[in-house]
T-cell receptor, first 115, second 112 residues
Framework: GAVVSQHPSRVICKSGTSVKIECRSL??????MFWYRQFPKQSLMLMAT?????????EQGVEKDKFLINHASLTLSTLTVTSAHPEDSSFYIC???????????FGSGTRLTVV | EDKVVQSPLSLVVHEGDTVTLNCSYE??????LLWYKQEKKAPTFLFML????IEKKSGRLSSILDKKELFSILNITATQTGDSAVYLC????????????FGKGTRLSVIA
């Protein structure tokens, strides 16, 4: 089945530093990657839609200069949290439509803790 | 205004009980409804529903969609402690590469 590999699975960083999260589609081409954020005991909230070769589309309230998205190839999308603050601590998950019967495939998620 | 509403938000049952989780939606161009199970990490796929009235089953889990009334249910029979998780309902609109819209989830706790 389709697999999206997401790294790192867990990261702790200091306030003010930047963190890069990678999502790679292993056996299919993901022209579009969706980035979600999930706070404790809440549902997944769409942050942005990443399109290969073009600028990402951000949801209302999500700062594009803070959450940099790059989708340079059909198999790799990255999310960089710049100048991280403790309130950015969350669970970040990527997802892509894989074209198979079960629709969307999720990465394993990245738990970011900013101290 | 939420497009996908799940109920109940949380539920505690005993092993062996049967549970029904609800999901109602309101979207302009419905394409599919998906159910996911989320434990500590990313959601895992359960069902994808596109047609009304056709029950999908996987072991003790089953789900059905009513496109006229705009809702779906997820049934779990003979619940086990391993069923404890958050169950997410998501709706896909339009066609092609559009993001899923998630409900807030139902947190199910199965106690021995």
């Amino acid at each position: 089945g389709a697999v999206v590999s997401q790294h790192p699975s867990r990261v702790i960083c200091k306030s003010g530093t930047s963190v890069k999260i990678e999502c790679r589609s292993l056996d299919f081409q993901a022209t579009t990657m969706f980035w979600y954020r999930q706070f404790p005991k809440q549902s997944l909230m769409l942050m942005a839609t990443s399109n290969e070769g073009s600028k990402a589309t951000y949801e209302q309230g999500v700062e594009k200069d803070k959450f940099l998205i790059n989708h340079a190839s059909l198999t790799l999308s990255t999310l960089t949290v710049t100048s991280a603050h403790p309130e950015d601590s969350s669970f970040y998950i990527c997802s892509a439509r894989d074209g198979h019967n079960y629709g969307y495939t999720f990465g394993s998620g990245t738990r970011l803790t900013v101290v | 205004e939420d497009k996908v509403v799940q109920s109940p938000l949380s539920l505690v049952v005993h092993e062996g009980d049967t549970v029904t989780l609800n999901c109602s939606y309101e979207v302009t161009n419905f394409r599919s409804l998906l159910w996911y199970k989320q434990e500590k990490k990313a959601p895992t796929f359960l069902f994808m529903l596109t047609s009304s009235g056709i029950e999908k089953k996987s072991g003790r889990l089953s789900s059905i969609l009513d496109k006229k009334e705009l809702f779906s249910i997820l049934n779990i029979t003979a619940t086990q402690t391993g069923d404890s998780a958050v169950y997410l309902c998501a709706v896909e609109e339009n066609s092609g590469n559009t993001p899923l819209v998630f409900g807030k989830g139902t947190r199910l706790s199965v106690i021995a």
